[in-house]
T-cell receptor, first 115, second 111 residues
Framework: ETGVTQSPTHLIKTRGQQVTLRCSSQSGHNTVSWYQQALGQGPQFIFQYYREEENGRGNFPPRFSGLQFPNYSSELNVNALELDDSALYLC??????????????FGPGTRLTVL | GDSVTQMEGPVTLSEEAFLTINCTYTATGYPSLFWYVQYPGEGLQLLLKATKADDKGSNKGFEATYRKETTSFHLEKGSVQVSDSAVYFCALTPNTGKLIFGQGTTLQVKP
């Protein structure tokens, strides 16, 4: 069974640029959630996708957007990068219904640095 | 709104000491509760979970009991090892699809 994978591992961007982060969910999982973890903090929920549709969103501006593909892999896109976007971005997959109560399994994360 | 509060760290223990990391929560309804662990430079790993009141989650010698009357889910281990050094996160899901995390507690175990 393949776990959750994310790419790239590290990324450096400059303020105002755009970035795309990628996530492959665990085999058989149909739900993907994205989290932002600032240094020394707990992860904060960005949004969740269930079967290619957005299924809940946290308190993040519209410049944070996402996609889920038919194979249940996912992308997180961030436009107009700001310095405060520097963080570890975590993807988690789960097998569940729209209620999203099932256990979420996390990938290793992408470390984004905005200069 | 729903929230999770953990004891502040860092917690420093000697090998084979008893560990308790306190976690309390605020939530409407009946959330599921989790402990995740994050080793340096890595993502989060599920340590244990409990889905209803009085359930006890356990894994790798760690235990936590879902206490609805005290809204708590304290993490315990009888004898810690150096390899347990990590950041521990308590979390809940209010059955809306998102996980709500505490701020994390750093555990350092010295030989």
């Amino acid at each position: 069974e393949t776990g959750v994978t994310q790419s790239p591992t590290h990324l450096i961007k400059t303020r105002g640029q755009q970035v795309t982060l990628r996530c492959s969910s665990q085999s058989g999982h149909n739900t993907v959630s994205w989290y932002q973890q600032a240094l020394g903090q707990g992860p904060q929920f960005i949004f969740q996708y269930y079967r290619e549709e957005e299924n809940g969103r946290g308190n993040f501006p519209p410049r944070f957007s996402g996609l889920q593909f038919p194979n249940y892999s996912s992308e997180l896109n961030v436009n107009a990068l700001e310095l405060d976007d520097s963080a570890l971005y975590l993807c988690a997959s789960s097998l569940g219904d729209r209620g999203g109560t099932d256990t979420q399994y996390f990938g290793p994360g992408t470390r984004l640095t905005v200069l | 709104g729903d929230s999770v509060t953990q004891m502040e760290g860092p917690v420093t223990l000697s090998e084979e000491a008893f560990l308790t990391i306190n976690c309390t929560y605020t939530a409407t309804g009946y959330p599921s509760l989790f402990w995740y662990v994050q080793y340096p430079g890595e993502g989060l790993q599920l340590l244990l979970k409990a889905t209803k009141a009085d359930d006890k989650g356990s894994n790798k010698g760690f235990e936590a009991t879902y206490r609805k009357e005290t809204t708590s889910f304290h993490l315990e281990k009888g004898s810690v090892q150096v390899s347990d050094s990590a950041v521990y996160f308590c979390a809940l899901t209010p059955n809306t699809g998102k996980l709500i995390f505490g701020q994390g507690t750093t555990l350092q175990v010295k030989p």
